[in-house]
C-alpha cells in the first residue's frame, strides 16, 4: 500500500506539498497541484482519516440532531446541510430525537445524542433542541461548556435563535409565519377560523398558537379557542382526526390554519369523505411548503418556508466557526430566514397550477 513518501516521490515535490494539497491546507500553484493529484490516482493512495484526525485534531465528521429525520421537512434542511459539507469534505453523522411527535423523552435523547457526537469528537453539530423555553439558559450554557470539554465545538443551532445563550442560530419567526397565514384566511373572508397545532411542548408549535390567537383576538374577539383548537403531532393520521374533532364541536368552521402541512392534508382527506367542499365550504392553508402540498386535492395553501437554504445557511456557519481561531469568534450569528405566502386551490380556486416537481 502506497504512502505520502511515495506519492510525493511520484509527483516530484516534497511531503508537505503533498499534505497541503490534500488537505487544503496551504495554497499550491494549479501546476503541483495537479502533479499530486495524478499521483494519488496512479497509486491509489487513501488517506488514513485516523492518522489525519490525530494529526489535525478534527474528526472530518459533523453531527446533525433533528427531531424527525423521516418527516416531510427536514430531508430538504439535511439536503441543505449535506451540499456544503460534501463539498468541504466532511461527512454526516445524522441523529434523530423523535420529537417532532411530541415524545417527552425527546430532550433526554437530544442530550445523550450530543454527548455521544462530542464523545466521538465530530467537528461541530447541527442541532434542533427541544428544550422548553422557561428551562432555555441554563441548559444551553451546560451544552456550551459540554461542547467545550473534549475539544472547542462549534454548536448551531437549527429553527430556534438561541444567540442571546451565545450560540450561532439559523432561525424561523413562527409567530410571524402564523400571523401571514391567518391574514391571508381573514382577507378571504374567513371569519370562524380553526387551527390544528403540532406538539404544544414545542416552542415553535406555541409561537404559531399565539400568532393564531393575536389575530382571531383583533378581528374575531368573541372567538372559543377552546372549541377551535385541536392538537396534533404533525403527522397526516392527526390532522385527519384534529379536523374530525373540530367539525364534531364546532360545525360551522370556514377556515383552517394548521400547524404543517401533513396534518393539513390529513384534514384535506377528512373534509372530502364527508362531502365538504375545499375552498367554497371551508378554506385550509398549511405551512412549510412540502413538495406534496402542491400536488394534492386540491393544491395546497401555504407558508413557505426556506428549508434546504436554511440547511446551507447553517452549513456555511459551522464551517466558518471551524476554521476559525477562538480569538476569531466575535458575536454568535443569528440569520433569520425570509418566508412567503404561496396561494393555492385550498383558499382561491383561480389559484394557478405549480406543481414542486424538482423536490420529488
Known amino acids: 500500500m502506497s504512502g505520502i513518501k511515495d506519492v510525493a516521490k511520484r509527483a516530484g515535490v516534497s511531503i508537505s506539498t503533498v499534505s497541503n494539497v490534500l488537505n487544503k491546507s496551504k ?8 502533479r499530486v493529484e495524478e499521483a494519488v490516482e496512479e497509486l491509489s493512495y487513501e488517506v488514513n482519516p485516523i ?21 416531510m421537512f427536514y430531508p430538504y434542511v439535511v439536503k441543505g446541510i449535506n451540499s456544503v459539507m460534501e463539498e468541504k469534505g466532511y461527512q454526516l453523522i445524522i441523529c434523530d430525537t423523535q420529537g417532532g411527535y411530541g415524545d417527552r423523552e425527546a430532550l433526554k435523547r437530544e442530550q445523550e445524542l450530543l454527548r455521544r457526537l462530542l464523545a466521538n469528537r465530530v467537528d461541530g453539530i447541527l442541532f434542533v433542541s427541544m428544550i422548553q423555553d422557561e428551562k432555555k439558559a441554563k441548559y444551553l450554557t451546560q451544552i456550551r461548556k459540554l461542547a467545550n470539554k473534549y475539544k472547542r465545538t462549534p454548536l448551531v443551532s437549527l429553527e430556534r435563535d438561541f444567540t442571546a445563550a451565545g450560540i450561532d442560530s439559523v432561525y424561523f419567526d413562527s409567530y410571524e409565519n402564523a400571523k401571514m397565514a391567518m391574514k391571508h384566511l381573514l382577507d378571504c373572508g374567513c371569519r370562524k377560523i380553526a387551527h390544528i397545532t403540532g406538539p404544544m411542548i414545542m416552542e415553535i408549535a406555541q409561537d404559531r398558537v399565539r400568532g393564531y390567537k393575536d389575530s382571531m383576538k383583533e378581528h374575531c374577539p368573541d372567538i372559543d379557542f377552546d372549541r377551535m383548537i385541536a392538537y396534533g403531532d404533525y403527522s397526516h393520521q392527526s390532522g385527519y382526526m384534529a379536523m374530525k374533532k373540530l367539525m364534531e364541536d364546532n360545525p360551522v368552521i370556514d377556515g383552517v390554519f394548521c400547524g404543517n402541512d401533513q396534518m393539513a392534508i390529513g384534514a384535506v382527506k377528512y373534509l372530502k369523505e364527508q362531502g365538504i367542499r375545499i375552498p367554497e365550504d371551508i378554506k385550509i392553508i398549511g405551512y412549510d411548503d412540502v413538495f406534496i402540498s402542491s400536488v394534492v386535492e386540491p393544491a395546497l395553501s401555504t407558508i413557505h418556508i426556506q428549508k434546504r437554504h436554511a440547511g446551507i445557511e447553517a452549513a456555511r456557519i459551522l464551517i466558518q466557526r471551524i476554521e ?7 458575536s454568535p450569528i443569528g440569520v433569520k430566514m425570509e418566508s412567503r405566502l404561496v396561494v393555492r386551490a385550498s383558499t382561491d380556486p383561480s389559484a394557478p397550477e405549480d406543481w414542486i416537481l424538482s423536490d420529488w
Open 51 to 71: 492518522a489525519r484526525s490525530m494529526k489535525s485534531n478534527r474528526s472530518g465528521t459533523i453531527g446533525v440532531i433533528v427531531e424527525d429525520v423521516c418527516g
Open 27 to 34: 495554497y499550491v500553484s494549479p501546476e503541483l497541484v495537479k
Open 324 to 330: 476559525q481561531s477562538a480569538e476569531e469568534e466575535g
